[in-house]
């Protein structure tokens, strides 16, 4: 019947203090929308199981979350299984309709059905995660990119209504970035664009990448150089001045097109850190690199 | 600017008995709800065509249709591809975790991707189709049926939710048959069986079997001798006596659970016959058999 | 047990034809109005029963009919029985104070009531049809045409929150066209005329005029020359031309005037034949003549 | 500019204690429904015009008023026209067909449309008034009282919806007692006991019967005997004892029965005194007779 | 059970008249807001009372009224007990710490209270009054008037969002006039001033002052010299000719502030008559002085 | 533009674990209701601001705080200040017309003022705190405890309409306990008593007590003897053995009485502790002592 009371001094402070700061940002993103990229390779199963929890904390706090994933290494597995031989141009994956079909297959059939599943084991009594594809609702219309790329495709338009709709029932919508064009074909899309795409039509208050770095560094090197905020502007500059690495170039183009196309915040999170996505929301400080139109007081 | 009245005598007066005989079936059925099952091999581009159509007619007039399909002539395709090895026992395939794997790919990544992209084709402007899977929003709970058989599973509990919250916001939901236990671990599950249950728990007025034959024949051998109706406890002796073909079992099995599960109406049609949707939902006399709780007037 | 299936080969295509052809125009005009006008000598007994049923199928599938009727016939049996003398000038009647009292008992009291037993006859367990009156709620709102005529009127404004609250309501207003100045004073109305005054008022999709005729000829002494469609100027022109019959004049006249007052559609059907109301509304052909503001694609 | 104050002394005493009385009756019967039944031979046109006011009045305050009319005099005018003879059995009409036809349209065309007429002249801007018969949407089903009377009915079944309807919508329904059977057969209905069975239907608060004369006389030889309350027991006593005159018992019996079938309160009112009926709703002593179903406190 | 009529001849003809003339105001004032200002000295118990059950039966009939108080007598009494000197300065009240707390304790502990009190006892069932002071959810944003009188407050901006919300709820707000600054400190506020400043806000049909005269006089020494209607424009000249008496001033001055500042109506009532609110919402004529914002037809 | 990652480490690990336990509690706490007492001697400057901020968080999450307060000490000052002097009967206060007056200034006037103020200058914007008191819409309806006592009342009903009414428009009530009775009679109440009649009218969740005590203690002489949770049986064998401190009694009383009418938790908090509340609301372990109706598992 007796205990200690374990919240004294400067741990009830602290407590309180965490508290304090959270919950005007709970008021604030009550209703909004937030958009988070999950890349194919930035995540382990432990992460996995924080971010599912993440999502579904804010999400009965009234955030709307969409999860986008892509799946790049799974695909090469399926091509391999299947005895399809990987070819590249510039970078940029060869996509014949073999290749497609197994693309299709491992995203919707595959990745996004793992993801599902590891969202709903962590809501057993109340499972609401559900896989979209580009092309459920006609989500992703896309058009081709480049000829010589074979069925690789581009978003043409986003249809945003199946997305808000599965958002209104209190369902969380994870997303695979397979597109169509209006004949029907399917499309490969980048799934860091697509991302991007869709939180500039839903009117997302947030586009979060979740890599495996600690975000932008000023100097790659330089791990403890984190840069935590940085404006479409400078990002641009810094891109142009080549001090970005390699592997960032994508993320950061497509946070500084989410910021340009009117998203009021981009984040490059560490993925690697347990709720990265929940410290983010819910401080003041926030973490990893924020990417915002301009200059922010 | 002169023309011919094009709909006189006799035509004029069909027109009109179609109509008058029509309105009251659309009147009956807004708002209600039917499940249609399509199997993996009774239908072709033509057919799907016109019922995509039927099923999108139906629904700008209020009537909320969830389409469930098999696809084992496409899942062997898949196993032969991956080199993966066949096996039945008592006319059931055994499921071992590469095979789930293969089985789950082709029906969320491949069939059901086909059949949304034909749906969408016909609405182009107003895509509704989207892809389910039995693990979206937990819709199939299942659990394992034998354990010799691996995983193949049978339905615990239908969490019909997620299908009418799809239906609410007026999207058509199309639904692969692979489900979850709690613990996430996915199950391969009989179609027939899954679209029985998922008609028994959304409350559906019709639950409709799309087949290659014209219904339930009381002599197999002859095409002419069709059953347009018959109860469920007629349909049990029916099979009792050997009377019922093989292929026709399961699907006759299916309608008599549903119809004892509180289906009002399970129909057999002729997937082959296009528009039998529509000729059967909205005609007196009906198409293919229709099996009921009891006698009907 | 055993039947034949009915709707084999040829049948079940045209039947599936008719209702594919049906349901988007059921689709299109939900909750859209169809003013219909009953001429007092174009239709029996036998054709009004069909065109009620017409009315009562349209509206269980969300289609809002207001029926206007005329009398001329009965008009003239009354004033026999009560001694009035008829009188004529330019072929409009002269109306005095007796005869305006037979001209509203006669309508009112008597072809309004015929009709709405009718209606009501054919759904008895949800009788919906009302009769109104111009008088009631202020509907039509009557100025003196000329001083020579006595209590003829014209529409000088339309209330027609009476008719669109009975028609919110579920029912349907079966109006005679007797309307009132601000005094309260009485006026016999042409119903072609108020007929279209009503449609133009409440935002009509269609005005629809029944007559004993197949709609407009090209040579009225050819029943087969049928003007399908025709624009309100080619109308005016035809008119001009004295290629129009007398009879076919006023409707014809009404016509244009209603679409030239923003009906979109406006129909000359022939009444003598059951259903044409609902051949016209739900096939893509139509019947009888339509006239459009203007050239239609 | 100056002015004498004009609610000095007594009389701003008196305005305040009818104000201060009449509020709680407004509040009273917000919302409530009240059938006042009106005689045709009762009242002069000044008096419908005080009348038609005093509904428009109640109206504005949220009080739902339904008008039963009646209209014996006109009937014999019009027979007379027609020159139908006039036949009676035991004090009742005799109805055949033409006898029916001269009732109908009398008193839907014209003592009805009088009625609507007089109400409409006193809003002009906002005409609210509505004829109804009881053929309108099913209002009233009949069935013949007695087959040697003919066309006489009675009221089988009131179908309150479209004066609830039209109440629903700030309409004032005037009602003319003609019924219909199922298989659309008129009736004439008795206005007075018409009026009891639509009140018990609709759940009316209070019925008025305005009369000739100053309500229920103790002795029928002094206007002084007045009684202002009595119970329907007490009012059944006074009938069986032969006090009450041959032209009141029609009124008394209607208000027994009304009250019998819940009605909370009957009222016979003196028509001749201008807004009798606003004085009975909105003063605590009221005016002319109450019959309530036992003794008031 | 018998009884004389007790409204007949000319008192029925005046009942009915008071009444056919309240009932459109009503109807006018349905939902409409009207605020009521109360004087420290100008009332007594017995209107009080009165007062009460004005403003409890408009609010029954849908009126939102606002109650305002002042308080002098009362706070000079608190200040004798806690023995603080009055101290004056051109007439105003020099409002030190002390006395402050002082006002506050009267105005919203002890006068405020005392009305409520009244309010509630006249409606115990349903008891709807609420003390509100200018604290009270920020309602009375003040500034500092002149230094040199220390808390005494002007209205720098109403936040009538506390007021519109209790009377949304069915409550009648009493509004004491103590607002405080952004810093949270009190301020002393005139209540005739505050009452004008709300009565804008909330944007009242009226305005009224309770005062103990009969209003505002040509000759302030005859009391027969009433001014019925003045606007604005004539008011302001009045007050520069010097005729108006000191005490009149304020008031007259606020009821000229309130038409400028929009209120359509502003009254100078006497308050010692029984019922003046009444008499002046629900008769044509009215009672006291009413000030518009120009020449009324 | 660079910076250092200051959540890193075990301080990300801890403020996700803070933020993971509170978003289940926000998400409970959704529209639920707790009262909170404060004392009148517990508390400084310091700690009500964070409980002013505390409750105003706590309501921007959705949850309803009704904060209800006493005031000894300040009582004793103004009778002081008025030269009344302080009688006491078995420790409780006798209560003359004079005293209560005093009380009721005090309380209503300026305890009550001064915790409003504190609030509305928490959120300058958006000032939501508003004062009511047990007077206002009939809260507490009050009868004499002891005639020796005077006008020292007990709760004979909660009104909680009016709290439940300004917190649906999203206010926050702060109570003085002065009720009445129904002639209006006010009565000083036992702020402690009034909190868990109230608390349980309104089907609080949870009722608080903050105290200047860090909760209960199992020995009053060792603040390390907390006792985290009790059940209210305990709690009274607690109080039966002697083992709480007399200043504890009357809260632990309370809760006991809160708890057994149906509020699911009650606590004793250190209203010491900035931010005790927020503790006690969103950790897992809370703070204070729980008193709850039975065990918890």
Redesign the interface.
């Known amino acids: ?7 004294r001094g400067l741990a ?5 203090r ?3 700061e ?3 940002y ?2 604030r993103f ?1 209703g909004k929308t937030i958009v988070v990229k999950l890349g194919g390779n930035a995540i382990d199963a432990e992460v996995d199981k ?1 971010l599912a ?1 993440d999502v579904l ?2 999400r ?2 009234g955030v709307r979350c969409i999860v986008v994933h892509g799946g790049g290494p799974q695909i090469d597995e ?1 091509l391999t ?2 005895g399809i031989e990987r070819q590249f141009k510039d970078g940029l994956r060869v996509t014949d309709a073999a290749t497609l ?1 197994a693309v ?7 990745v ?2 793992d993801l ?3 969202f ?2 962590e809501a ?1 009594e ?8 580009g ?4 989500l992703l219309l896309a058009r081709q990119l480049k000829p010589e790329l074979g069925f690789v495709g581009e978003v043409e338009k986003v ?1 945003a209504s ?1 997305l808000t ?2 958002l ?2 209190g ?1 969380v919508p994870i997303v695979s970035t ?1 597109g ?1 064009d ?3 074909q ?1 499309y490969n899309i980048n799934a860091d664009a697509a991302a991007c795409a869709i939180a500039s039509e839903v009117g997302a208050e947030k586009i979060v990448y979740l890599t495996a770095a ?2 932008l560094l ?1 100097d790659p090197g330089d791990q ?7 404006t479409a502007a ?1 990002a641009e500059a810094l891109i142009a001045s080549g001090a970005v690495g390699d592997g960032m170039i994508p993320k950061l183009t497509a946070c500084i097109r989410a910021v340009i196309e009117g998203v009021p915040r981009a984040h490059i999170l560490d993925g690697r ?4 996505l ?2 983010e929301v ?2 003041e ?1 926030g ?2 690199t924020m990417i915002t139109p301009r200059k922010v007081k």
Request: proline share 5%.
């Open positions: 019947m007796t205990a200690q009371n374990r919240i009830a402070d602290e407590t309180a965490v508290l304090v959270a919950l005007p709970v008021k009550d924080a929890q904390l804010l009965q706090v399926t299984a299947f079909e299709r297959m491992t995203l919707v059939g595959k996004n059905r599902v599943a590891k709903n084991v057993p109340d499972p609401v995660a559900v896989g979209v594809s092309e459920d609702g006609g249809r199946v709709r599965l209104d029932e369902l397979v169509a209006a004949k029907g399917p600690p975000g000023a403890g150089s984190l840069i935590s905020r940085i400078e850190i347990a709720h990265s929940l410290i819910l401080t400080s973490i990893g």
